[in-house]
């Protein structure tokens, strides 16, 4: 188990990324591939986890033109969802209202899974291209942090809403450092 035993990003993952970033074509072409390994290789590729994509959204769903990447990890032996990121283009830093739907985003899927998780909380993140925004939401009283920004709707939205949220990039040290946190804590709660 590298993950475990690493201190960094092995630098073909990084590679990976780069090459990703600097892709031409469709976000989905550039980003699946690298987040698939990068959680292929927190989880092992072995048989107590599996990384799946969520189907494709419906055609009336308002998520249809905003999909870009919805990825959640699975307890085998329990067939449960036991963490979840999605992950949405670079650009989506750049403007309030795309960061906004970005949270919106992820408070549905915890909406939709948090009642099937069968640990203590349910990690996830949302990711800006690598810059990541942890959530972490409580099974047992259903409470989420961060904390849902609420704005007052009588004014247009503030250029700086949620700005510096998504502040670690999932690539550096202090991202390197937050998976493994979270990764050893879902891999102790299945294990117990």
């Avoid at 009642?115 to 409470?143: D, I």
């Avoid at 510096?164 to 879902?186: N, T």
Wanted: charged share 25%; aromatic share 14%; hydrophobic share 40%.
């Amino acid at each position: 188990m590298p993950f475990q035993s690493d201190a960094a990003w092995p630098p073909p993952l990084l590679t990976i990324f780069q090459i990703a970033r600097n892709a031409h074509g469709s976000f989905e072409n550039r980003y699946y591939g690298p987040y698939n390994k990068l959680l292929t290789y927190c989880f092992g590729d072995g048989f107590d986890f599996v990384v799946t994509p969520q189907a494709p959204p419906t055609e009336n769903s308002r998520d249809t033109v905003d999909f870009i990447v919805y990825l959640i990890v699975f307890s085998v032996d329990k067939q449960k969802p036991v963490f979840l990121i999605e992950v949405k283009d670079d650009a989506h830093r750049l403007f309030p209202t795309k960061r906004k739907a970005a949270d919106e985003q992820m408070r549905l899927r915890y909406d939709d899974l948090i009642h099937e998780c069968p640990l203590p909380f349910l990690y996830g993140l949302s990711v800006l291209g690598t810059q990541m925004r942890v959530y972490r939401g409580n099974t047992a009283s259903r409470v989420l942090e961060p904390s849902l920004v609420e704005i007052d709707r009588r004014y247009l939205l503030p250029e700086d809403y949620l700005q510096d949220q998504w502040d670690v990039d999932i690539l550096s040290p202090q991202g390197f450092q937050e998976m493994k946190r979270i990764i050893s804590f879902i891999r102790e709660a299945v294990v117990s």
